[in-house]
């Protein structure tokens, strides 16, 4: 597949955002672009506040209650399997030129007894996008998600600081690539809409 795995340090960071803008840069370019969130708590699928219907994206598994994706399927009596979310994927990339699939919280959310996000990330064979605070703690969090991607055999294509820093975190980017060898992408500040981060994602869009 063609395209990236958007996931991040946490929860909150920004991934939908950052998901959304890129897309948005994308198509701006004339690219054709499918945004994928194979799953979601918090929110039905059409529940218009969902990340699914913000970005306008395919959802395969969504659940109403805003707990981690295991346990809300677990309170309504469902089970997350892989094979539907990499069918669903599968018919995306022969329909579309690049995929972005939106991933929930971090590498290691439970999906199943037997999936992880790092296990989805693995099985779609997409390069992570990580996305990070960029505030106060980033350096230890971001290169905490690198070293457990590595482990998992994962690519990690880059990284994207998403909010207002300080000058207490000027030096972030340049600490989080001389530890771990990855490009800091994109520095986005605190933004009202996704197309405006298009601007600060060129190193991404090529």
């Known amino acids: 597949m063609s395209g990236y795995f958007v996931t991040a340090t946490d929860t909150g960071v920004g991934k939908t955002f950052v998901t959304a803008g890129l897309a ?12 994928f969130k194979p799953v979601q708590s918090g929110a039905l699928a059409d529940d ?4 699914a219907a913000l970005l306008g994206a395919d959802c395969v598994y969504a ?3 805003p707990l981690a994706p295991l346990i809300a399927a677990r309170a309504e009596g469902r089970q997350i399997e892989l094979e539907p979310i990499l069918e669903r994927a599968r018919e995306l990339e022969r329909e579309h030129e690049i995929l972005l699939v939106e991933g929930a919280g971090g590498l290691l959310v439970p999906l199943s007894d037997d999936l ?9 064979g ?3 996008l990580i996305v990070a605070r960029a505030g106060l703690g980033t350096v230890n969090h971001t290169l905490l998600t690198i070293e457990a991607a590595r482990a998992r055999g994962l690519e990690v294509a880059g990284v994207v600081l998403n909010g207002d ?4 975190t000027d030096d972030n980017p340049a600490l989080i690539e001389a ?13 009202a809409d996704p197309s ?3 601007g600060y994602l060129d190193d991404l869009l090529g």
């Open 24 to 35: 948005a840069a994308l198509r701006a370019r004339g690219r054709d672009v499918a945004v």
């Open 48 to 51: 218009p506040l969902g990340d």
């Open 63 to 65: 659940f109403r209650a």
């Open 116 to 124: 992880d996000v790092a296990g989805l990330a693995a099985a779609l």
């Open 126 to 128: 997409l390069p992570l």
């Open 165 to 168: 820093g300080d000058e207490s």
């Open 179 to 191: 530890r771990s060898s990855v490009r800091v992408l994109a520095r986005i500040p605190r933004l």
């Open 196 to 198: 405006d981060a298009a």
